[in-house]
Protein backbone atom coordinates (compact mmCIF):
# COMPACT_ATOMS: atom_id res chain seq x y z
CA UNK A 1 0.00 0.00 0.00
CA UNK A 2 0.89 3.85 -0.31
CA UNK A 3 0.66 5.99 2.84
CA UNK A 4 2.52 9.43 3.56
CA UNK A 5 3.32 11.03 7.64
CA UNK A 6 2.87 14.96 7.57
CA UNK A 7 2.06 16.35 11.27
CA UNK A 8 -1.03 18.03 11.47
CA UNK A 9 -0.11 21.12 12.20
CA UNK A 10 2.75 24.01 12.57
CA UNK A 11 3.13 27.37 13.47
CA UNK A 12 5.44 29.93 12.61
CA UNK A 13 6.06 33.77 12.61
CA UNK A 14 4.99 36.13 9.84
CA UNK A 15 8.59 36.79 8.17
CA UNK A 16 10.12 33.60 9.59
CA UNK A 17 11.19 30.09 7.80
CA UNK A 18 9.28 26.89 7.97
CA UNK A 19 9.77 23.39 7.48
CA UNK A 20 7.04 20.86 6.90
CA UNK A 21 8.20 17.17 6.81
CA UNK A 22 6.56 13.89 4.95
CA UNK A 23 8.01 10.55 5.07
CA UNK A 24 6.52 7.89 2.86
CA UNK A 25 5.60 4.34 1.71
CA UNK A 26 4.69 3.60 -1.30
CA UNK A 27 5.47 1.21 -3.90
CA UNK A 28 6.44 2.72 -7.79
CA UNK A 29 7.63 5.67 -6.49
CA UNK A 30 7.85 8.66 -9.12
CA UNK A 31 8.22 11.45 -7.16
CA UNK A 32 6.88 13.12 -4.48
CA UNK A 33 4.30 16.59 -4.86
CA UNK A 34 3.41 19.56 -2.74
CA UNK A 35 0.16 21.10 -3.03
CA UNK A 36 -1.12 24.39 -0.83
CA UNK A 37 -5.21 24.43 -0.11
CA UNK A 38 -6.66 27.58 1.27
CA UNK A 39 -9.76 26.99 3.69
CA UNK A 40 -12.74 26.63 1.05
CA UNK A 41 -9.96 26.36 -1.71
CA UNK A 42 -8.88 23.87 -3.92
CA UNK A 43 -5.54 22.06 -3.89
CA UNK A 44 -2.65 23.51 -6.24
CA UNK A 45 0.17 22.46 -7.05
CA UNK A 46 3.28 24.03 -5.86
CA UNK A 47 6.28 21.69 -6.50
CA UNK A 48 7.53 18.70 -7.82
CA UNK A 49 11.38 16.53 -6.95
CA UNK A 50 11.54 13.59 -8.65
CA UNK A 51 15.43 13.51 -8.21
CA UNK A 52 17.17 14.10 -4.53
CA UNK A 53 17.65 17.25 -3.68
CA UNK A 54 16.32 20.41 -3.59
CA UNK A 55 14.21 22.19 -5.99
CA UNK A 56 13.78 25.90 -5.08
CA UNK A 57 10.56 28.31 -6.74
CA UNK A 58 10.78 31.66 -5.29
CA UNK A 59 10.17 31.67 -1.37
CA UNK A 60 9.13 27.85 -1.41
CA UNK A 61 11.50 25.43 -1.57
CA UNK A 62 11.23 20.82 -1.61
CA UNK A 63 13.52 18.72 -0.66
CA UNK A 64 13.61 14.77 -1.21
CA UNK A 65 15.59 12.02 -0.16
CA UNK A 66 14.82 8.61 -1.78
CA UNK A 67 16.77 6.58 0.02
CA UNK A 68 15.37 8.20 3.43
CA UNK A 69 11.52 8.07 1.81
CA UNK A 70 11.61 11.44 2.98
CA UNK A 71 11.01 14.87 1.95
CA UNK A 72 10.30 18.45 3.25
CA UNK A 73 8.81 21.89 2.11
CA UNK A 74 10.89 24.90 3.43
CA UNK A 75 8.81 27.95 3.15
CA UNK A 76 10.74 31.18 3.44
CA UNK A 77 9.71 35.13 4.22
CA UNK A 78 6.77 33.99 5.53
CA UNK A 79 3.17 36.03 4.62
CA UNK A 80 0.10 35.83 6.13
CA UNK A 81 -1.07 34.64 3.03
CA UNK A 82 0.39 31.48 3.49
CA UNK A 83 -1.71 30.80 6.15
CA UNK A 84 -3.22 27.04 4.54
CA UNK A 85 -3.07 23.41 4.38
CA UNK A 86 0.06 22.08 2.70
CA UNK A 87 -0.53 18.15 1.16
CA UNK A 88 2.65 16.29 0.34
CA UNK A 89 1.31 13.80 -2.47
CA UNK A 90 2.70 10.92 -4.60
CA UNK A 91 1.52 9.02 -7.41
CA UNK A 92 0.94 10.09 -10.95
CA UNK A 93 -2.54 9.79 -12.33
CA UNK A 94 -3.77 8.31 -8.82
CA UNK A 95 -2.44 10.80 -6.70
CA UNK A 96 -2.01 9.79 -3.09
CA UNK A 97 -1.91 12.66 -0.53
CA UNK A 98 -0.88 13.14 2.89
CA UNK A 99 -3.85 14.11 5.55
CA UNK A 100 -1.98 18.03 5.60
CA UNK A 101 -0.32 20.10 7.61
CA UNK A 102 -2.23 23.47 8.85
CA UNK A 103 -0.02 25.86 8.97
CA UNK A 104 -0.69 28.77 11.30
CA UNK A 105 1.38 32.33 11.00
CA UNK A 106 1.59 34.65 13.92
CA UNK A 107 2.07 38.33 13.22
CA UNK B 1 -11.37 32.06 -17.10
CA UNK B 2 -9.72 28.98 -18.68
CA UNK B 3 -8.99 26.54 -15.38
CA UNK B 4 -10.82 23.66 -14.25
CA UNK B 5 -15.03 24.13 -13.26
CA UNK B 6 -17.07 22.85 -11.16
CA UNK B 7 -20.86 22.47 -11.27
CA UNK B 8 -23.01 23.07 -8.71
CA UNK B 9 -20.64 24.69 -5.99
CA UNK B 10 -23.26 23.66 -3.11
CA UNK B 11 -25.84 20.78 -3.12
CA UNK B 12 -28.02 19.98 -0.39
CA UNK B 13 -30.14 16.49 -0.77
CA UNK B 14 -31.83 14.23 1.35
CA UNK B 15 -30.88 10.87 2.05
CA UNK B 16 -31.69 8.65 -0.55
CA UNK B 17 -31.91 11.40 -3.15
CA UNK B 18 -29.47 10.80 -6.84
CA UNK B 19 -27.40 13.67 -7.19
CA UNK B 20 -25.05 14.96 -10.47
CA UNK B 21 -22.27 16.89 -10.34
CA UNK B 22 -20.72 18.25 -13.78
CA UNK B 23 -16.72 19.04 -14.19
CA UNK B 24 -15.14 20.90 -17.17
CA UNK B 25 -11.62 20.36 -17.03
CA UNK B 26 -9.25 22.75 -18.91
CA UNK B 27 -9.77 22.67 -22.51
CA UNK B 28 -6.58 20.82 -24.30
CA UNK B 29 -6.45 18.49 -21.05
CA UNK B 30 -6.80 15.03 -21.91
CA UNK B 31 -6.94 13.28 -18.31
CA UNK B 32 -9.55 13.73 -15.60
CA UNK B 33 -10.00 13.05 -11.90
CA UNK B 34 -12.29 12.80 -9.30
CA UNK B 35 -11.38 13.13 -5.75
CA UNK B 36 -13.43 12.98 -2.53
CA UNK B 37 -12.15 15.03 0.06
CA UNK B 38 -13.61 15.47 3.94
CA UNK B 39 -12.73 18.08 6.86
CA UNK B 40 -9.34 17.55 8.10
CA UNK B 41 -7.83 14.73 5.41
CA UNK B 42 -6.16 15.27 2.16
CA UNK B 43 -8.09 14.55 -1.04
CA UNK B 44 -8.82 10.85 -1.71
CA UNK B 45 -8.46 9.50 -5.81
CA UNK B 46 -12.24 8.59 -6.83
CA UNK B 47 -11.44 7.36 -10.51
CA UNK B 48 -9.77 9.15 -13.72
CA UNK B 49 -10.17 9.27 -17.73
CA UNK B 50 -7.59 9.64 -20.36
CA UNK B 51 -10.06 11.04 -22.99
CA UNK B 52 -13.39 9.31 -22.59
CA UNK B 53 -12.41 6.15 -21.38
CA UNK B 54 -12.06 5.53 -17.77
CA UNK B 55 -8.54 3.95 -16.91
CA UNK B 56 -9.31 3.33 -13.23
CA UNK B 57 -11.87 2.79 -10.41
CA UNK B 58 -10.72 2.94 -6.83
CA UNK B 59 -11.93 0.75 -4.16
CA UNK B 60 -13.31 3.14 -2.40
CA UNK B 61 -16.15 3.94 -5.00
CA UNK B 62 -19.24 2.05 -4.75
CA UNK B 63 -21.79 0.69 -6.92
CA UNK B 64 -24.08 3.73 -6.19
CA UNK B 65 -21.71 5.72 -7.63
CA UNK B 66 -20.89 6.37 -11.46
CA UNK B 67 -18.47 8.78 -13.57
CA UNK B 68 -18.97 9.34 -17.05
CA UNK B 69 -16.73 11.61 -19.54
CA UNK B 70 -18.90 10.84 -22.67
CA UNK B 71 -17.11 12.80 -25.50
CA UNK B 72 -13.88 13.61 -24.24
CA UNK B 73 -14.70 16.66 -22.78
CA UNK B 74 -16.99 17.04 -19.51
CA UNK B 75 -17.20 14.54 -16.79
CA UNK B 76 -20.22 13.69 -15.08
CA UNK B 77 -20.36 12.35 -11.64
CA UNK B 78 -23.66 10.84 -10.23
CA UNK B 79 -24.10 9.20 -6.76
CA UNK B 80 -27.37 7.52 -6.27
CA UNK B 81 -29.22 6.48 -3.18
CA UNK B 82 -26.78 9.23 -1.50
CA UNK B 83 -26.29 8.21 2.13
CA UNK B 84 -25.00 10.69 4.94
CA UNK B 85 -21.38 9.40 4.29
CA UNK B 86 -21.15 10.42 0.86
CA UNK B 87 -21.34 13.86 2.80
CA UNK B 88 -17.97 15.65 1.36
CA UNK B 89 -16.00 18.12 -1.29
CA UNK B 90 -15.92 16.25 -4.59
CA UNK B 91 -12.90 17.78 -6.18
CA UNK B 92 -11.79 17.25 -10.05
CA UNK B 93 -9.35 18.01 -11.70
CA UNK B 94 -7.07 17.82 -15.06
CA UNK B 95 -3.82 16.94 -17.23
CA UNK B 96 -2.14 16.93 -20.20
CA UNK B 97 -0.20 13.56 -20.38
CA UNK B 98 1.60 13.45 -23.68
CA UNK B 99 3.52 10.02 -23.06
CA UNK B 100 5.10 10.23 -20.06
CA UNK B 101 3.31 10.24 -16.47
CA UNK B 102 2.65 13.57 -15.46
CA UNK B 103 2.73 14.77 -11.64
CA UNK B 104 0.76 18.00 -11.65
CA UNK B 105 -3.05 18.04 -11.66
CA UNK B 106 -5.20 21.00 -12.12
CA UNK B 107 -7.76 21.25 -9.46
CA UNK B 108 -11.49 22.82 -9.74
CA UNK B 109 -13.11 24.59 -6.71
CA UNK B 110 -14.89 21.58 -6.05
CA UNK B 111 -18.72 20.44 -5.36
CA UNK B 112 -19.79 20.82 -2.12
CA UNK B 113 -22.37 17.60 -1.00
CA UNK B 114 -24.50 17.97 2.23
CA UNK B 115 -26.88 14.49 2.94
CA UNK B 116 -29.48 15.35 5.32
Known amino acids: GQSLEQPSEVTAVEGAIVQINCTYQTSGFYGLSWYQQHDGGAPTFLSY????GLEETGRFSSFLSRSDSYGYLLLQELQMKDSASYFCAVGVDKIIFGKGTRLHILP | DTGVSQDPRHKITKRGQNVTFRCDPISEHNRLYWYRQTLGQGPEFLTYFQNEAQLEKSRLLSDRFSAERPKGSFSTLEIQRTEQGDSAMYLCASSLVEGTPTDTQYFGPGTRLTVL
Open chain 1, 49 to 52: NALD
